[in-house]
């Protein structure tokens, strides 16, 4: 029998598995045996032991034999993380590149830096999304990622960022938190980012522009936070000149809104799946299961009831076969499934009632 001497000694496993063989191959332990208890119990005993001693474990089968393996954890950042500066930089790009539209400048020309204050808004408010996971995963010592940056061609050049975090979620508490922070986290950049942008000058189309007959023109449906906060400040989100429009700055606020509405989805690996999951346990399936119909209903009445041209209808099936997918693929199961209390209940339905309050049934429209 191989000599573990970094990890757990086959004695103190005996009580759950029973240890027959160890062995190691560079820094993963492996421990052979036979569970004395359901798998479940298995991890939820022993986690803490091997987490103690600096590892994440897992229980699996290989060739038939029931085996422990246990990886160490590593949750600093190895050297520089290139793949995240690259993104980074490539998404400043493009969100550069979109702002330009919506400032009304020529995005080939050196004008497109003037759109610096759209990139800063959108990259505030999906980076603090992003950090507000980061920062309490490491709390709860789970190994997560840098945020990566999403660079694409859309209306606001990016298609947002995330985080990959590996290994078990210790326990609901530590699921519902770094569930939770993310949009508490981003909301709060939105509101700051939206309060700003409503207190700067609207930007008004030139009149070539306006002229044109072949020129489209985007409008997008503000969520009654945005409305909200617009009477707060006591600044207009509409104009009578149709040329004019909200500072680009505060489209920055309303993408912050509609990430954070997206992500509070419940279902599966998003942050309003791992939220339902934490308060509800196993019970969230049930509620979980009628998402993809509540989307592809509401995409449906958009597009034949309301007769809303099909940009939004599309959005809306698009999110139905993506809450479909993500319902197969399950949610996180804690090691440590014991129920929360009730103050984070009462944080996680607040901030779901928060997220409905950044939904809006047609986010988009584009108009000749």
């Keep these: 029998m191989s000599d573990l001497r970094a990890g757990p000694s086959p004695s103190e496993l005996d009580p759950v598995f029973n240890v027959y063989e160890t062995g190691t191959d560079g820094e993963t332990l492996r421990y052979y045996g036979s569970p004395r208890a359901p798998s479940k119990s298995v991890l939820q005993e022993l986690w803490p032991v091997f987490r103690e001693r600096g590892y994440e474990v897992r229980l699996t089968r290989e060739y038939g034999e029931w085996v422990l393996i246990a990886e160490p954890v590593d949750l600093g950042v190895d050297g520089i993380p290139w793949t995240n500066v690259v993104l980074f930089v490539a998404t400043v790009l493009s969100t550069l590149f979109a702002g330009s539209l919506w400032y009304h400048l020529d995005p080939f020309s050196a004008e497109i830096v003037h759109a610096w204050p759209f990139t800063l808004s959108i990259m505030s408010v999906l980076g603090v999304h992003e950090l507000g996971h980061y920062v309490l995963s490491r709390y709860h010592r789970v190994n997560a990622s840098l945020p990566y940056f999403i660079p694409i061609p ?45 207190s700067l000058p609207p930007v008004t189309a030139p009149q070539a522009l306006m002229a044109n007959p072949n020129a489209v023109q985007i409008e997008l449906g503000y969520p009654p936070l945005l409305e909200l906060l617009a009477w707060a400040v006591d600044r207009p989100l509409y104009y009578d000149d149709p040329a004019t429009s909200v500072n680009p700055v505060v489209i920055g606020g309303w993408v912050g809104m509609f990430v954070t509405f997206l992500n509070l989805i419940p279902v599966g690996q998003l942050d309003g799946g791992h939220v339902l999951r934490a308060i509800l346990g196993d019970q969230h399936d049930r509620i979980a299961a009628f998402v993809p119909a509540v989307l592809f209903g509401l995409a449906g009445y958009l597009y034949y009831v309301r007769d809303v041209p099909g940009d939004a209808a599309f959005i809306w099936a698009f999110w139905g076969f993506l809450a ?19 103050g984070r209940m009462l944080v996680g339905i607040v901030t779901l009632v928060l997220g409905l309050l950044c939904f809006t049934p047609v986010p988009v429209q584009v108009v000749s």
């Design 324 to 342: 479909l997918v993500f319902s197969f693929a399950g949610s996180a199961t804690p090691i440590d499934d014991r129920e929360l209390g009730t």
């Design 154 to 198: 859309t209306l606001i050049g990016t298609m947002g960022a995330v985080i990959r975090m590996k290994g078990q979620i210790p326990s609901r508490k530590a699921l519902f938190d770094i569930g939770v922070a993310g949009p508490i986290a981003g909301l709060v950049a939105t509101v700051v980012v939206t309060v700003v942008g409503l």
